[in-house]
């Protein structure tokens, strides 16, 4: 009798197929997640206006948390590492973010393009005053450009043109189109913040704050800095005595009823301030320096500046 040999069965011959149509279409969602272009900002309010712009065209990493502090926050090394595999990184630069620049400056050395946003908008110096200005710093650059509306609509149009040379597989009309309606946006937004100002009698359009963050606001919209209770443009710096001393000679003098205290820092030393002033001061919470989570008051840029606005001008008019 003969024996047949039996040939390799359907199933035998499918097992093969199916496993190598497996590892091909694993391999092409591997390249797909690995090719995504990304973006990494450093700070939460570059970040919001970014994400505005880029909208779902590249994956944007935002750095720092919000309710942080841009002078003193850090970076773990997975964020780090993040940096080098980014196709742009945007940063606000001008000594602002001090625990995370040399982190920028090794994602350029090898070889990621960035942005420094703030020293592409025209910034200003610090200026040192009688009554308690950052003399040490008086001459250097000031970081804090976002509290002028119009830089940043500079600083979002300069994000867009980065984003279009510099990140691979993006639409430029859709990036383009983010842009404009954006610029819309913000430039309602300074004009809404004019008229709310216009509110404030001339005589009192005079800031005390934690520290020198408003300089931009206040060249823009017309206000005098009278001091910080903290005489830097750093959260890192600490007042003396005679910080305080100057600065509440200066607030009398002045008739200026309100300390603007930023909402992620402590209100101790704006507390203290009032004490000194015999309890005459008021203390109004400000989100200067970093957004809140989302529907936390400040969630977005455009939400911070009308917080902001609305604060100072009932802050001044005595509301």
Request: hydrophobic content about 40%; some cysteine.
């Amino acid at each position: 009798m003969t024996r047949q040999t039996r040939g390799p069965g359907p199933l035998r011959t499918f097992l093969p197929v199916l496993l190598i149509l497996a590892l091909v279409g694993a391999g092409a969602g591997c390249t797909s997640t690995g090719d995504q272009p990304r973006v990494v900002v450093t700070t939460n309010i570059l970040g919001d206006i970014t994400q505005e712009i880029v909208g779902d065209g590249a994956k944007v990493t935002v750095l720092m948390k919000p309710n942080a502090d841009p002078h003193s926050f850090g970076l773990s090394a997975v964020q780090a590492a993040e940096l080098e595999r980014a196709d742009l990184v945007i940063f606000n630069g001008l000594g602002l973010e001090e625990n995370v620049l040399r982190h920028v400056e090794a994602a350029r050395e090898a070889g990621v393009a960035t942005f420094e946003a703030g020293k592409a908008v025209n910034p200003l110096t610090f200026q040192a005053h009688d009554d308690g200005g950052p003399e040490e710093e008086a001459g250097q650059p000031d970081p804090h450009f976002w509290t002028d509306p119009d830089r940043v609509r500079k600083a979002a149009g300069l994000i867009a043109d980065q984003v279009v040379e510099h990140v691979n597989g993006v639409d430029e009309t859709v990036i383009r189109d983010n842009a404009d309606r954006y610029d819309d946006q913000l430039a309602d937004l300074a004009t809404w913040m004019e008229k709310s100002f216009d509110r404030i009698p001339q005589q009192r359009r005079a800031l005390v704050t934690n520290h020198h963050v408003f300089g931009y606001l206040a060249e823009r919209f017309d206000f005098q800095v009278v001091g910080a209770v903290i005489p830097s443009g750093t959260t890192l710096a600490s007042p003396s005595s005679s910080d305080l001393r100057s600065l509440t000679q200066a607030m009398r003098k002045a008739g200026i009823p309100t300390v603007f205290a930023d909402s992620s820092q402590p209100k101790r030393l704006a507390e203290v301030l009032r004490t000194e002033m015999g309890g005459q001061v008021r203390v109004v919470e400000l989100y200067s320096e970093s957004l809140t989570e989302k529907g936390k008051g400040a969630g977005t840029y455009l939400q911070m500046m009308r917080a902001n606005t609305t604060a100072m001008t009932d802050g001044l008019t005595g509301a």
